[in-house]
């Protein structure tokens, strides 16, 4: 059998056309699509403003900007995450703090982020892992009683609901950011969006997206004729293109339809699950809608015979590409020469001893994931206590 990867892109004729429509118009960046696939991400969220960018880094990145988070400050963010969750508040010059995760969910424990807060914390990232949302109700409170803006990190959590809300619609954040990395649900290949309902926000967003340059002639403090500009922030290049953004329209239109597909197969992985302990996979809490970009499941060290170094090993011999998701962040060199220690986190250190990633994508066949699983059963039969 060929190598089947834990996450791959799913694009159509559909996506091809919408790209080379664009290729041969008047605009390669900058044209009508980047608007039209703002709107139909806030049509679809609920959000009331969006603004694309180049990376889901970037988002976070211009999102922390807009919040005002700056040197002296400190963030609020999970430790098991990409490293971009985190570094865009070294970007600012602000020092991030880690909170521990649940453990069965992995989300950040809001209970944690409390014990984090004091005078200089200014932002909470919570990110949703592996598509399931965290508790934003509980740190939406927090937020709120300590003067804190929520940055969502919502790069995993594409279509998914926390209380009957769609991610993104902001009922419990100042803002929420994607990413369109090709492994994400909806891809531009780069790409990253915030979203929020503040029009204030939104402006300096905008702003902030291209070099801190605006023309809009209510916002200038002169005005020498039809081509003037003014910067009046330090901004960034971190613009979308147009073909990047008409990709990105054709691909929503399919997010419901990977969704269920995601969800497919994640309920015949629970269903295998369900009847072992020795391999568990994530919990779920009753009050959310996953969008299941991960699939984790945890080996337990005390019931098997093997590290999970070792059955990561086993999956990778048999072609089936699974992952680790994640390091947690302050381990990483960097991170440990700025000052951060090792073993910060309790529930965050167990998580990492035991996880591996499975494939999941729209594309998995149905013969793959049988595969999956006679491998996943050899190897369980091979190393059980
Ligand atoms: C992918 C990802 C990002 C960053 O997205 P890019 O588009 O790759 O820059 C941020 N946070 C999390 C949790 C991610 O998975």
Known sequence: MRHIPYAAQNIDRADVKAVQAVLNSAYLTQGPQVEQFEKAVCAYTGAKFAVAVNSGTSALHIACLASGLRKGDEGITAPITFAASANAMLYCGARPKFADVQSDTVCIDPLEVEKQINKKTKIIIPVHFAGHPCDLEEIHKLAKKNKMMVIEDAAHAFGAEYKGSKIGAGKYSDMTILSFHAVKHVTTGEGGMVLTNNKELFQKLIKLRTHGITRDPKMLNNNHGAWYYEMSELGYNYRLTDFQCALGISQLKKLPAFIEKRHEIVNRYNDFFGQISCAQPLGVKSYIEHAYHLYVVRFK??????????????????GIMVNVHYLPVYHHPYYRRIGYKKCI?????????????????????????????????????????
């Open 301 to 318: 060290a005390d019931q098997l015979r093997a590290s999970r170094r070792i059955i990561f090993d086993e999956y990778r011999q048999a």
């Open 345 to 385: 986190c309790a529930n965050a250190e167990k998580y990492y001893e035991e996880a591996i990633t499975l494939p999941l994508h729209p594309g998995l066949s149905k013969k793959e994931v049988d595969y999956i699983l006679l491998t996943t059963k050899a190897i369980l039969k091979k190393y059980k206590k």
